[in-house]
């Protein structure tokens, strides 16, 4: 889906762009009405029927209205600066958890914010409480900032806490054997035979530096220096307030670093630097970015046909408990992987019967 406008903004018209052709939504009051370009002759003809749609609407008398819920809203990239992938997640949670979506905002009192908060508590994560809570302070921060209303009945509400157990995050590891089993299995099926030379590199490169996927989709060959075997890491995949894959920054300063080339990844290095004239280190076959969950969720799927139940990630984990496990003191693991050493760092580590009965019995 894409909100990226193509006609002029109308009043009470959303536009959006489907693979399927543009679709322009009439959302006033309790009138939710959509118009379809497969439907008319052209984008240009369902524009049109749209916009006399909504004006036979307003003849009516129905010309003033106060602000929905849901109004306020769909104002919050106005307001707001949000990636594209956020205002997805975000629409998620506000259909799936926000019961007055549809009510006028003046008519929304604390005990129905705080209501929504409370239903939650039984199946619902701290996480998503929260998320919840910050959509509302959203809808708030819109509200006050275009004068809909003067008062913020967010402030000082609280997030009631989860009663749901929480389940601990299954950290997987891999190794160089399922790796291997992988490849192979990836060279029979892919279709783009770039993908096809291109596999090997990604996953023992992952695997041998600890990169996050996203960075390693980023980088461009002018970010590898062979001659001090190092690797600057200083920009990511992900999306922006247009765009759902695009080259952007680090998110933290601790993402933005230097990382040695190991004798091991090395010779992966070299080989992807060779496999295309491209600038980028792996571009897919129109010379651009690869999105990193496509690509991964492609190697997912062809790892579940041979058994093996692979994510990107995997490589990472593996890699910061194998240092761990080594000796690598924390602060050295921090500055490869370009993380702050915490609870999520050292979440990353899995540990297996044998080093578990290994450390009970040092006592």
């Not at 009051?29 to 118009?35: K, L, M, N, Q, Y």
């Not at 008062?151 to 399922?178: F, G, M, V």
């Not at 992900?238 to 759902?244: A, C, I, L, Q």
């Not at 571009?283 to 969950?293: C, D, M, P, W």
Request: include cysteine; hydrophobic fraction near 35%; charged fraction near 30%.
């Amino acid at each position: 889906m894409n909100t990226n406008n193509k006609f002029r903004k109308e009043k009470y018209i959303q536009q959006i762009k489907y693979k399927t052709g543009w679709v322009f939504r009439v959302r006033y009051r309790d009138i939710d009405e959509s118009f379809r370009e497969i439907d008319y002759l052209s984008s240009s003809q369902a524009f049109k029927a749209a916009v006399s749609f909504r004006n036979d609407i307003l003849v009516k008398g129905f010309i003033k209205r106060e602000k929905t819920v849901r109004d306020c809203f769909d104002e919050v990239g106005d307001i707001y600066v949000l990636r594209s992938e956020t205002r997805r997640k975000l629409a998620i949670f506000f259909e799936k958890y926000v019961s007055k979506k549809d009510v006028e905002l003046h008519n929304i009192t604390r005990a129905d914010i705080i209501a929504d908060l409370n239903i939650m508590v039984k199946e619902c994560s701290n996480d998503t409480i929260q998320r919840v809570l910050s959509i509302w302070k959203k809808i708030y921060g819109v509200a006050i900032a275009k004068g809909y209303i003067e008062k913020d009945l967010t402030i000082n509400i609280k997030p009631p806490l989860s009663h749901k157990l929480k389940a601990n995050k299954r950290y997987e590891l891999t190794n160089e054997e399922s790796l291997n089993s992988l490849i192979e299995q990836l060279k029979k099926h892919l279709k783009s035979s770039l993908e096809a030379k291109q596999a090997e590199c990604i996953l023992f490169i992952l695997f041998y530096s600890g990169m996050r996927p996203a960075e390693l989709f980023a980088l461009d060959k002018t970010d590898i220096d062979l001659k001090n075997k190092t690797i600057q890491i200083t920009k990511e995949m992900g999306s922006d307030r247009d765009n759902e894959n695009v080259v952007r920054p680090c998110k933290t300063e601790l993402s933005h670093r230097t990382i040695p080339i190991s004798k091991k990844c090395l010779p992966y290095i070299k080989k992807a630097l060779e496999i295309d004239d491209s600038p980028i280190l792996f571009s897919n076959e129109k010379g651009l970015h690869y999105a990193s969950k496509d690509l991964g969720d492609r190697f997912h799927q062809y790892g579940k046909q041979i058994g093996i139940d692979f994510h990107l990630y995997q490589c990472r984990h593996t890699f910061i408990t194998r240092l761990f496990m080594n000796g690598a003191d924390l602060k050295t693991i921090q500055e490869l992987v370009g993380q702050k050493v915490d609870a999520t760092t050292i979440g990353y580590v899995v540990s297996d019967k044998e080093r578990k009965n290994k450390a009970i019995n040092m006592m």
